[in-house]
């Protein structure tokens, strides 16, 4: 019997659910193509016909979870037109509280952060998040080089360091927090990210975060 798309659909959908599961419980390193497979219900011919290696198969598994680089900046303008820094401070705020609601996007980012090592069957993958991460970084650098912010910005202070750095604190705090979830209140990050952008701007304004309605239920963050 031929096979349909909603068939291959699901097909698809039980192998990455089931890498999901064992990625989680043994790490990325020590799960097999075959214990996939056999988690799945399935053959490694299924999962080879839909992923060509593991590596592969991480990666789309992270693409569930993030958003590209244009749409993160489609929906920073969205937040906020008028302070692009205000809106992806409300975009990151929003992306946390998205993971603390839906625990299936936060165990993909408990194995990213917390369950992988990139090995060498897993360089492919890892260059495909080292060029994400840049991608974002190129984006944040883009919003502080906005002449209206860079004006603000305090002395000694680029639009790169700027970047570079909002972005090593919103992925400590989403690490620490994986690691302990008691130790902050991810459902609310605004105060942190403040602490970070009032070091950034002089006249920098703290006040509470409209809710970002550019981050719906079905996207998530920009890690």
């Not at 990325?28 to 799945?40: D, F, G, K, M, P």
Request: proline share 5%.
């Amino acid at each position: 019997m031929r096979r349909t798309k909603q068939d291959a659909d699901k097909t698809r959908s039980a192998i990455l659910e089931a890498a999901e599961t064992l990625f989680l419980r043994q790490g990325v390193a020590h799960t097999s193509l075959e214990q996939i497979a056999r988690q799945a219900g399935v053959t490694r011919g299924a999962v080879y016909w839909h992923f060509k290696n593991k590596a592969d198969l991480f990666h789309a598994m992270l693409s569930q979870v993030r958003l590209p680089a244009e749409l993160i900046a489609q929906r920073v303008k969205l937040c906020d037109p008028e302070n692009p820094i205000v809106g992806l401070r409300n975009l990151c705020t929003e992306a946390m509280a998205t993971l603390v609601r839906e625990p299936s996007k936060r165990q993909i980012f408990t194995i990213l952060l917390r369950r992988c090592e990139f090995t060498d069957e897993m360089l492919e993958a890892e260059q495909q998040h080292e060029v994400f991460i840049n991608e974002f970084i190129d984006l944040c650098t883009a919003l502080f080089a906005e002449p209206h912010v860079t004006a603000q910005l305090r002395p000694g202070i680029s639009p790169r360091m700027a970047a570079v750095t909002l972005h090593s604190l919103f992925v400590g705090l989403l690490s620490d927090w994986l690691r302990d979830p008691h130790l902050l209140d991810a459902s609310n990050i605004q105060p942190y990210l403040d602490i970070l952008l009032s070091g950034m701007f002089g006249n920098w304004d703290s006040s509470p975060a409209q809710p970002c309605s550019a981050l719906t239920s079905s996207e998530s963050t920009s890690h």
